[in-house]
């Protein structure tokens, strides 16, 4: 046999060895992971922004992670993903964790609290304020490891088949609204209604509600409320910068190489800006077509609504404060950052974008 034949021979020998020993180790590398969400399949904005994510995830693994998505319904109810991926039924969630504060008042406000952190401020809180380590502990009380995966921003007031001109007009009202602005309307002698995002139209259509908040004016629009509503309120004291959440099982997290952390770390991350960016860039024209092409009727909050707000906001904080010492202590960071970041926000963002829209006629 010549040199040559004998040296072919053994790369094919050495290659075809490789492959007997690489394709186990890359099916064993497989990740499988079930994903649970609270959000509608394919509604825009929260329920894409899910699924863009758990996309992302495979596509950055290129096809290492193998994420099945569940939209609520689909594997288990919305609000019975979290005890899904807490069981380790299923590995991750995607949804609002203020949907959790019967579990623990301080899963508010890791998505939204009144007269709580718009976008930029609730970013800052977790990344550099604390409210990250704090996120941790709480959600490793439940065996969960949770992140930011998105955000909604300043959503409006709710839609309402009457005028608001005081607190007394909220009396009685049935509202769908979630979290601790369910608590403060709940003050003001409205009952608060806790309803997924699929069950709000049929509810305010047949009556059995009579007031809903949402989104914006991007989902309120494709989700038809003007049907049943003819007011639309704003600004929403209730979330001004909804931060929605990653859940994933501890150990399932714990399990995941540091590589592997990272990578969910980032596509978490992105999915944060993306939504938020693109709720920004689709909300002012969506606006303008239900008040141009719908007839809505938009209205603005006046102060002295706004400050009975303000007043039983108060009165819930104080509730769920005296929860616990963790409740106690979210509390307290949250607070600062809010005096911090927000009052820095008042010399830079506030006061630019007011002087701005006063010189443009905005």
């Not at 069981?87 to 508010?108: L, M, R, V």
């Not at 009380?141 to 007009?169: H, P, R, Y």
């Not at 001004?240 to 959440?245: D, E, F, H, T, Y």
């Not at 603005?300 to 106690?328: C, I, K, P, Q």
């Amino acid at each position: 046999m010549k040199r040559r034949d004998l040296l072919k021979g053994a790369a094919a020998g050495a290659a075809a060895g490789a492959s007997t020993i690489a394709a186990p180790a890359i099916a064993q590398d497989r990740i499988e992971i079930n994903m649970v969400s609270t959000w509608p399949r394919d509604f825009p904005g929260l329920g894409t922004g899910a699924q863009r994510f758990a996309q992302r995830l495979s596509d950055m693994t290129n096809g290492r992670m193998q994420v099945q998505y569940f939209a609520a319904g689909e594997r288990v109810g919305a609000f019975d993903s979290f005890d899904e991926v807490a069981s380790g039924n299923a590995q991750i969630y995607h949804g609002a964790d203020y949907y959790w504060k019967g579990k623990h008042p301080g899963w508010a406000y890791f998505t939204a609290v009144p007269f709580g952190l718009t976008y930029t401020e609730i970013n800052a809180w977790i990344r550099f304020g604390g409210g990250q380590e704090l996120w941790d502990e709480l959600a490793g009380e439940f065996g969960l490891k949770n992140l930011m995966c998105g955000n909604t921003g300043v959503q409006m007031g709710g839609w309402f088949n009457k005028e608001i001109n005081s607190a007394d007009d909220l009396k009685g009202l049935k509202m769908r609204m979630p979290g601790l602005g369910g608590d403060v309307m709940a003050k003001l002698g409205a009952s608060p209604v806790s309803l997924p995002g699929g069950q709000i139209y049929e509810n305010l259509v047949s009556g059995a509600i009579d007031a809903t908040e949402w989104v914006g004016p991007w989902n309120d629009l494709f989700m038809k409320f003007y049907e049943a509503a003819k007011y639309y309120y704003y600004p929403g004291m209730h979330e001004p910068g909804s931060m929605l959440a990653i859940g994933i099982n501890k150990d399932f997290w714990e399990s995941l190489s540091d590589t592997d952390k990272l990578i969910v770390e980032a596509a978490s991350s992105m999915e944060n800006d993306v939504m938020m960016s693109e709720f920004n860039a689709k909300n002012g024209e969506s606006l303008a077509t239900l008040i141009r092409d719908q007839g809505v009727e938009l209205r603005e909050f006046n102060d002295d609504v706004y400050d009975s707000f303000g007043e039983a906001a108060a009165a819930v904080f104080e509730e769920a404060r005296a929860h616990s010492d963790l409740a106690n202590r979210i509390h307290e960071s949250f607070l600062k950052a809010r005096a911090d970041v927000g009052g820095w926000a008042k010399i830079a963002d506030v006061a630019y974008i007011n002087q701005r829209n006063r010189v443009l006629g905005l």
